[in-house]
């Protein structure tokens, strides 16, 4: 048995308010399942063989959206590898021909796939932040959670876009992202101290690979997709929540991502974050509808969400310093 002796409606209890929604301010879209790779770890339980992915329409619309709203201050891409989607260079040029900051959730080893060559070149003319992937500095741990020859790709590429002036000219930032090993057994831990991990990483790449990057974030592994998965084939689903759950940290709960985000799926729907679209878990309106794109659209607004939908994996989220697509809150 996998199931959990903590509800779903416990994480609500635990707040003891409603979870409400800021203004919007940050468009987080993800283009589809599709991924030249399938890490173990990956929520989106993206993979090459996927085919679910972004269709011309709901591209249109999402433009139309960009253009709408000026309060969007940041268009956030991600997937799957959100660079495969024929729709991630319309939506780069029409969120940075409005101002927008806009960034792209990148595995790196998609820029040496057939015909993504240009990747680089392109981010860096549209100075496009580039998030990287990167679960360690030691090639053996990120092959074994992303398959073989993902760390020189990754280091390949890293000094490619440093190359191109990423990290060094202010306006192409370049971070690397961290996600602890799953777990084995129930010796649980949360991700190092953020500040304290990204020195590690920055001495490390710089001294062995002459790489330099600006930020790196710590992400915690939400039980989610295939993290969800293999906690539950080695039966650690309920231990790994109510250890999340006992490291629950209230100065987290102002800082979440979700209060302020609206996440896109390839079809147009409209999720809190990119884990509630992942768990089907879709936003709603006051009046418990679920919304979409061509709804926002219609209505004119983008703050049409009161309460945030929660669950238990949103523990992932509050425990210790806290975890956001951001790395970690405090
Ligand atoms: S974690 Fe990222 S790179 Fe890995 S399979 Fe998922 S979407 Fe692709
Ligand atoms: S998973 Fe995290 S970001 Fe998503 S709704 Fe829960 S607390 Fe918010």
Redesign the pocket.
């Known amino acids: 048995m996998t199931t959990t002796s903590i509800n779903t409606n416990t ?1 609500k209890d635990k707040l003891n308010f409603p ?1 409400i929604k800021k203004n919007i301010s940050v468009l987080q879209i993800n283009l589809g399942k599709r991924c030249n790779l399938a890490c173990t770890h990956c929520h989106v339980e993206a993979s090459p063989k996927r085919t679910e992915e972004l269709s011309p329409q709901i591209c249109e619309q999402l433009i139309a959206l960009i253009y709408k709203f000026p309060e969007i201050q940041t268009v956030d891409l991600t997937g799957g590898a959100p660079e495969m989607n024929y729709g991630f260079k319309p939506l780069v040029e029409a969120a940075k021909s409005t101002g927008k900051q806009v960034i792209v959730r990148s595995n790196l080893t998609i820029y040496f796939a057939d015909g993504f060559g240009d990747l680089p070149e392109y981010c860096a003319k549209h100075q496009v932040r580039v998030v990287a992937s990167m679960p360690c500095y030691l090639a053996d741990n990120v092959d074994k959670m992303r398959g073989t020859g993902v760390f020189d790709s990754s280091i390949k590429a890293l000094q490619w876009l440093n190359q191109l002036g990423y990290s060094k000219n202010p306006n192409l930032i370049l971070d690397l992202v961290y996600n602890p090993p799953l777990p084995a057994n129930e010796k649980f831990s949360l991700a190092p101290e953020q500040t304290n991990l990204e020195q590690d990483y920055k001495m490390f790449l710089q001294e062995h690979f002459d790489i330099v990057f600006n930020n790196l974030f710590t992400i915690t592994n ?1 039980p989610v997709g295939r993290t969800k998965m293999h906690l539950e084939r080695k039966k650690l689903h309920t231990s790994y929540l109510q250890f999340l759950e006992s490291h629950f940290n209230h100065s987290t709960v102002e800082h ?4 302020d985000e609206l996440s896109i799926d390839y079809l147009g729907n409209v999720y ?5 679209q992942m768990m089907n878990l879709p936003a709603k309106t006051a009046n418990g509808e679920s919304l979409t794109v061509a709804k926002l659209l219609e209505f004119g607004s983008l703050n049409l969400i009161n309460e ?4 238990n ?2 523990y ?3 425990a210790g310093c806290g ?2 697509c951001g790395g970690a809150l405090l």
Do not use: E, K
């Open positions: 994480f979870l939400l979440l991502m979700c209060r809190d974050c990119d884990f509630n945030i939908q929660t669950a994996y949103c992932g989220c509050t975890s956001s």
